[in-house]
């Protein structure tokens, strides 16, 4: 049995769904495990599915599965402190269609970050894990790809199978054995004006 950090689910003040609560970002890929065609597939349509402003479906994606081209030209386009995701099953650049002007580009950002959300969902559902990042040369990723203009790359999302932390630097374990945190509501849920808490 792999070494695993513990105690990754959410705490939240009313219990979330579980899929939700058991998504974090972990920093350790089984190198040997195989990522499923049908649940990359699935990935990819949880994220084609997410909200999108005006139904305008701004969000393209560059797939690549471990040991094809497209998985290699994105792992050289990787920061040397992502090196880790080299072990995922399939790396996916998320790119957006800013279209010609700044509303359409703010909201396809949105949009982009409704999907990496839903495919992280449907990757714990699927027993996986997803890691986004933005640690990436995006310039590069542009030219590797001829991607056009008004296209922008905005992050690099690892999809695969948990790995051994025994198996990790120890940076790496210390990092991701750290208790998960956010912001309490009180400190992000506003009424009334603006940093007057919510009554929940």
């Given at each position: 049995?792999?070494?695993?950090?513990?105690?990754?689910?959410?705490?939240?003040?009313?219990?979330?769904?579980?899929?939700?609560?058991?998504?974090?970002?972990?920093?350790?890929?089984?190198p040997?495990?195989?990522?499923?065609h049908?649940?990359?597939?699935?990935l990819?349509?949880?994220?084609?599915?997410?909200?999108?402003?005006?139904?305008?479906?701004?969000?393209?994606?560059?797939?690549?599965?471990?040991?094809?081209?497209?998985?290699?030209?994105?792992?050289?386009?990787?920061?040397?402190?992502?090196?880790?995701?080299?072990?995922?099953?399939a790396?996916?650049?998320v790119?957006?269609?800013?279209?010609?002007?700044e509303k359409?580009?703010r909201?396809?950002?949105?949009?982009?970050?409704?999907?990496?959300?839903n495919?992280?969902?449907?990757a714990?559902?699927?027993?996986?894990?997803?890691?986004?990042?933005?640690?990436?040369?995006?310039?590069?990723?542009?030219?590797?790809?001829?991607?056009?203009?008004g296209?922008?790359?905005?992050?690099?999302?690892?999809?695969g199978?948990?790995?051994?932390?025994?198996?990790?630097?120890?940076?790496?374990?210390?990092?991701?054995?750290?208790?998960?945190e956010?912001?309490?509501?009180a400190?992000i849920?506003?009424?009334?004006?603006?940093g007057?808490?919510?009554?929940?």
């Amino acid at each position: 049995m792999p070494e695993q950090p513990s105690d990754r689910l959410a705490v939240t003040q009313v219990p979330i769904h579980e899929h939700i609560a058991a998504r974090w970002s972990p920093r350790a890929f089984d190198p040997e495990a195989t990522l499923d065609h049908d649940d990359l597939v699935a990935l990819l349509e949880a994220a084609r599915w997410a909200a999108t402003w005006g139904a305008r479906q701004p969000v393209r994606f560059v797939v690549g599965c471990r040991g094809d081209a497209t998985f290699t030209a994105l792992a050289a386009l990787l920061k040397r402190g992502n090196s880790y995701a080299r072990a995922a099953g399939a790396l996916i650049l998320v790119c957006a269609d800013e279209g010609t002007d700044e509303k359409t580009a703010r909201y396809s950002g949105v949009d982009a970050g409704a999907a990496m959300a839903n495919l992280a969902v449907e990757a714990v559902s699927r027993g996986l894990h997803a890691h986004p990042m933005a640690g990436f040369d995006a310039l590069g990723a542009q030219q590797v790809f001829a991607i056009p203009d008004g296209i922008r790359p905005l992050a690099v999302v690892a999809v695969g199978t948990l790995g051994d932390y025994g198996q990790v630097t120890a940076e790496i374990a210390e990092r991701d054995a750290r208790p998960r945190e956010r912001l309490p509501l009180a400190e992000i849920a506003f009424a009334g004006r603006w940093g007057s808490p919510a009554q929940l």
